[in-house]
Each structure stands twice: as structure tokens, then as C-alpha cells.
């Protein structure tokens, strides 16, 4: 069993920058692949970045490579996404999910999801 909280959400103004931390509890955080994914008013959850349970692979999300990066810090059980230049479009509430299956990490198939922290991007 894992549970996660994630933090660091706020309003922001255009072309500024969060970072983003997911905190999971459980002595088997670092056999876990993690995953972050936004849900904006009115769409559906939309994956935004993975990262495998060594750190070594991640994946993104077109709309966000090169301005997104997904880190984690296995000694403090945390997974970090530090979005710079943010858009308004990046508007939505971020969640971040777990699972020891890393085959689709683009797919909200995540075994544990966290409740989600809101991001305002401000035009």
C-alpha cells in the first residue's frame, strides 16, 4: 500500500515556474514507477510525465517536454516536477500516481493516485 500527497501547487503568473512534490509513504516507494498527470476543467486526465522506479527513464508528454522535468529523491521518498515557463494552458490539477508496472507509463492505469494539488497559470 502507498499513499501520496503531492504539494507545491498555486497561482502563478505566465512564464513562471513551480515545482512540485509528491510525498509517498511505504517502505516500497523505490520499486514503484511514478507517474504526474493534469486534469483541467471539462477535459479528461491528460498524462504529463513518468519516471521509472530507478530514476534511469522518463517520459513526457509533448506539451510539456523541454519545459517539465519529473526527478525523484529515493532516500526522501519524494517525486519532483519542476515546470518552468509555464503557459496557461498548463492550468489543471496535477496528480501524481504509482505502480510497479512499467510497460504504459503514458496511461492512467497507476495503481495509487494522490488527491491532486491545484496550478493557476495567470495570463
Known amino acids: 500500500q502507498v499513499q501520496l500527497v503531492e504539494s507545491g501547487g498555486g497561482l502563478v503568473q505566465a512564464g513562471g515556474s513551480l515545482r512540485l512534490s509528491c510525498a509517498a509513504s511505504?517502505?516500497?516507494?523505490?520499486?514503484?514507477?511514478m507517474g504526474w498527470f493534469r486534469q483541467a476543467p471539462g477535459k479528461g486526465r491528460e498524462f504529463v510525465a513518468a519516471i521509472s522506479w530507478s530514476g534511469s527513464s522518463t517520459y513526457y508528454a509533448d506539451s510539456v517536454k523541454g519545459r517539465f522535468t519529473i526527478s525523484r529523491d529515493r532516500a526522501k521518498n519524494t517525486v519532483y516536477l519542476r515546470m518552468n515557463s509555464l503557459k496557461t494552458e498548463d492550468t489543471a490539477v496535477y496528480s501524481c500516481?504509482?505502480?510497479?508496472?512499467?510497460?504504459?507509463?503514458?496511461?492512467?492505469?497507476?495503481?495509487?493516485w494522490g488527491q491532486g494539488t491545484q496550478v493557476t497559470v495567470s495570463s
Open positions: 500516481a504509482a505502480d510497479t508496472n512499467w510497460s504504459q507509463p503514458r496511461r492512467p492505469m497507476y495503481d495509487y
Open positions: 511505504g517502505h516500497t516507494f523505490n520499486r514503484y514507477a
